[in-house]
């Protein structure tokens, strides 16, 4: 039930309970059976997939795309984490090259907290897919702890680092005995400690640093530190073209050769403006400031003007031929730079991907090309339980052998808690459930968009429309309209979906693609059992229970793959499978859900926390496939035979 449209250059989608589908541009022969395979092959993967990101810019540089980078700084609280890793997902959609974390000496910044630099940092990578450069700075700081920090951030899989010397704590710098004193020197340690494995980012000063005692002093004080190893540059704000254009031309005429990006901060409040240029020890130009005084308590008539300010100075910059790329400060807000990115045509939701999940930026993971169909709601909970693992080759799901899952215990981790708090899940999914049919209508209502009015019997909390479920945090996206009729109808009986996939085609093919999962009552598994055996092999299921009691009729515990598609002059690639032994580890979490994100909303011993409990403890958790692709799709009379036999008389 995702709503990201992860779909392929002349390949496919998964979809997980009508996300975006599985399309196919071109189409298969689809020779060979599922079984034989399974064993997918490499897609058509984005070229700079596996590229250090210095790279990336000269490739944009040479082939004139234009681009922009982001950059964010680490939250306060642990729901700012939360909100914070939403806004990578949603700002991440418009395809920045890159985003970059800011290190902040008093917040811990190189801890385990949910809220340090670091972790922000490495769950952009690993989490969000996005290639992500981790500020580190000299201040309060030794050298052996920046040495343990940037090991650590090489653990992580973080390639690129940021070397700045860092604002003083107090009014002035106080020297760091035993650490550096300059951002130069800490770039120096990088490259002598850990050689090329980095790509390193240093600051410039359009205007020159406040504390350099003339510009000229601070471009020789720049051009060292490119000299002692910083692969690029991005700038200070500023408030006119001008400004940049000169400053890199000064820098090009004393021979800084490497990309120098322009740092762009769309005013947005006064009050932010005031306390960045406090910071910076910039001048805000009069003006700007005649236009802002007289506005100051009209925060969007400021942040509409400052949107129209950095729109008409990015032009000009894009314009002079001389500048490929932009780098924001966002100031953790997404309003101004997504308008401003829109209007300048950088902003590109492009729907197709390599893969139909976001491609992982962590080094491990650049050949990871497969993976279980059940985690397509879930990915960031698939990253954590697979971190362990040493590799990901091609073939790693043609033999189903015992894949080691790491157990996932910790939902109170940011990244996989839920985005929405409590109050407004008790307000989607029932203040009160008064019996399993409460249930199924919220399923319903998810599937359909409406309001769930049964859900709540008092007045302490309003309605509001079901978007998102245990197993699927993200509303349903416009393609679910091509099976909601159908979903929202076995949902109301008590099928309740958390994941499908139709079978939408190019050509003919023999390989699987109609995919179904669902909770069901005993009873209804029971009827779903006599009905299964009227199909033999053309439906492939499995089906369990929370004891791990299962039944199935997979063939020697092989995968069967469920999303595949065809790239021109290159193999058939099946990057999602269902796997059966994969399922048995996706089945613990699938019911933990039930507890964990919804049980817990209520007291304990609650009729509603005892309703959930039951379904929990008695429902089974199914999956079923439809071989026959060329047909028409057969899972859905699958469920309404199944619905018949139910009721039949004297069953």
Known sequence: MVNEAYGASNGVAAISNGAPGARLDGGSSGSESSKDSS??????????????????????????????????????????AVNLISRFDRMGAGGPLFIDVTWH?????????ETSSMTMASTALNYCGLETVLHMTCCNQTKAEITAHLQKAKRLGLKNVMALRGDPIGEEWQEEVEGFNYATDLVKHIRCEFEDYFDICVAGYPKGHPEAETYEDDL????????????????????????????????????????IVPGIFPIQGYHSLRQLVKLSKLEVPQEIKDVIEPIKDNDAAIRNYGIELAVTMCRELLDSGLVHG????????????????????????????????????HPKRRV???????????????IYRTQEWDEFPNGRWGNSSSPAFGELKDYYLFYLKSKSARDELLQMWGEELTSEESVFEVFRCYISGELNKDGHKSLTLGSLQVTCLPWNDDPLAPETNLMKEELAKVNRRGILTINSQPNINGK????????LEFFASNETVLALQTVLKKYGQRVNYHIVNVKGENITNA???????????????????????????SFMYWKDEAFALW???????????????MIVQYIHNNYYLVNLVDNDFPLDNCLWQVLEDTYEQLNSPGE
């Open 220 to 259: 020789k004080h720049l051009k060292e530190k490119v000299s002692a190893g910083a692969d690029f540059v991005i700038t200070q704000l500023f408030f006119r073209s001008e400004t940049f254009l000169k400053f890199l031309k000064d820098c090009q005429a004393i021979g800084i050769t490497c990309p």
């Open 555 to 581: 063939p020697d515990m092989q995968p069967n793959a469920v999303t595949w598609g065809i790239f021109p002059g290159r193999e058939i690639i099946q990057p999602t499978v269902v796997d059966p032994v």
């Open 595 to 609: 507890i964990e994100q919804w049980a817990k909303l209520y007291e304990e011993e609650s009729p509603s926390r």
């Open 105 to 113: 000496p008093a917040g811990d910044p190189g801890s385990d907290k």
């Open 508 to 515: 003919p093919s023999t390989d699987p693609v109609a995919y």
């Open 368 to 382: 990871e090309d497969v993976r279980p169909i059940f985690w397509a709601s879930r990915p960031k909970s698939y």
């Open 39 to 80: 064993r997918c092959s490499t897609p058509s993967l984005d070229a700079e997939r596996h590229d250090r990101l210095g790279e990336k810019m000269r490739r944009r540089h040479e082939s004139g795309d234009k681009w922009f980078s982001l950059e964010f700084f680490p939250p306060r609280t642990a729901n700012g």
């Open 326 to 361: 932009l780098h924001f400060y966002t100031l953790n807000r997404e309003v101004a730079t997504t308008e401003v990115l829109r209007r300048l045509g950088l902003w590109k939701e492009d729907p197709r991907r390599p893969l139909p999940w976001a491609v992982s930026a």
